[in-house]
């Protein structure tokens, strides 16, 4: 399960509402059992605006999670052009659209020099997916390494290579699984990790193509490395033939604050980068950035093309998104508010024993909750409650991290001040009235 797990459990349906129970098992039943709803009481929205959400009783949500629409939920310029842009053409990359050049131009300015191409996919794991493509090609291996709690997307290739999907059993033999460097809980020396990796490839006969790493770390619990050891690493893994692929999926597009993208806080420059989730505020556009030796190695040999993506209102989208990020200087934004957020909930900290650490950069922020601040025990259980107990008051968040115990606070960017305050006098009455409990199990993937 891709991050955080604080899921309805279907033997519960009798709890719901009539009404919410019918609509749970008339979707179950069309959906199958593969799909999954957040919190014990599952919510129904119907509409959105900024960072709010508001279900079908009217009810208005603080939506502390949702990283799609980064210009705010139904921003009025990016659904203008969605709409326009609808109304007036809509087709493919096979035939000259100066929009798609004028963005592509744009968004390749905001990289570093050496990253100059951008290859468009329609998700995210499509994006990962060529990334590896690309990168198994051009380097002839195919090991991968990646973090232990990775989620890199559903295709047969990214689920192969995402731990937090199905268990470590259900990653690749080609895949080895490196300890994310958490500074708070440390699992060993990050570098002797990736050189262990690497070894053990090689022991197996494997050559690397890629280190792909996600560049917050989402799904490893939100993680803000020292930039030197991840640059020692990337070394390796270059010195070892392997490309380094930025997953800025999560991370991207300013969010982080300070910088556009997450690997600018690493102390890398990568060799592919992987696009999505915020791009298009919601419609489905994502892309690869590399450098154009790269791709002109790929192309001498295929031909690349996908249906819908870069389509015209996908472009038009993505291009609005761009420019509120621009003109609402939403990136300085990200790092005011976060900021603020960070430094109250370090006062939250001093009051509540259960929140072990605060981390993160700009709106991206973990809640480490444990059950006992001098072993750090990850508390994931107490964290499920936490999170419905927020949920019942009507903020959104979730839990994440391997003890599914890290509350990931991922608002839209235009998240303000207000908004911050208003998260934080729910967390603390959350966590003032949430028993602690220790957790019944290690927390599997669900
Ligand atoms: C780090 C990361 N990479 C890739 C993906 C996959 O993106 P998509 O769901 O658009 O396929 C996700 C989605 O959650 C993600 O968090």
Redesign the pocket.
Known sequence: V??PACYFDHADLESLSPRMARLVQRRRNALGAAYRLFYSDPLEFVAGRGTRLVDAEGNEYLDAYNNVPAAGHSHPRVVRAICEQANTLNTHTRYIQEPLIDYSEQLLALFPASLDNILYTC??????DLALRIAKQVTGGTGVLVTTE?????TTE?AAISPSLGGPDSIAPWVRMVPAPDVYRPTGDFVKGVRAALDSLAASGVKPAAFIF?SIF??DGILTPEPRLFAEACDLVRAAGGLVIA?E??AGFGRLGATMWGFDSLGVEPDLV?L??PMGSGQ?I?AVVANHQLIDRFGSRVRYFSTFAANGVSIAAAQATLDVIRDEDLAGQAETTGSYLMERLRELQSRHSSIGDVRGRGLFIGIDLVSDPDTRTPAGDYAFDVVNAMRRRRVLTAAVGAGRNVLKIRPPMTFDRQDADLFLEALDECLTHTPMRVDSGPKQAA
């Open positions: 891709p991050g998700t995210g794991s499509e994006a990962n990775a989620y890199h997307g559903i990214t996600d989402a799904s997953d999926v999560q992987s999505g989730k489905p994502a």
